[in-house]
């Protein structure tokens, strides 16, 4: 049996930390064979928008994630 992984908010969220520890962490994370769910990313999105104050623009740059490892339940 094959389980999923799914990635939590956190790990993304990581992607744009001063802490380059946990900037490597996440990137070796999200280079194995993963999934994201919506949720994750639509609280990534209100995050990313409300905590770091970037902007829509600067979010999706940033974020880089393909489409096709997301899952919608």
Same mark, same amino acid.
């Given at each position: 049996?094959?389980?999923?992984?799914?990635?939590?908010?956190?790990?993304? $969220?990581?992607?744009? +930390? /001063?802490?380059?520890? *946990? @900037?490597?962490?996440?990137?070796?994370?999200?280079?194995?064979?993963?999934?994201?769910?919506?949720?994750? $990313?639509?609280?990534? +999105? /209100?995050?990313?928008? *409300? @905590?770091?104050?970037?902007s829509i623009d600067d979010r999706n740059s940033k974020k880089n994630i393909r489409k096709d490892n997301c899952i919608?339940?």
């Amino acid at each position: 049996m094959s389980d999923k992984i799914f990635v939590d908010t956190n790990v993304l $969220l990581y992607l744009l +930390s /001063n802490d380059l520890e *946990k @900037k490597s962490i996440a990137k070796e994370i999200l280079k194995s064979n993963h999934h994201i769910s919506i949720q994750v $990313l639509n609280e990534f +999105s /209100n995050v990313s928008l *409300k @905590k770091f104050q970037l902007s829509i623009d600067d979010r999706n740059s940033k974020k880089n994630i393909r489409k096709d490892n997301c899952i919608s339940f």
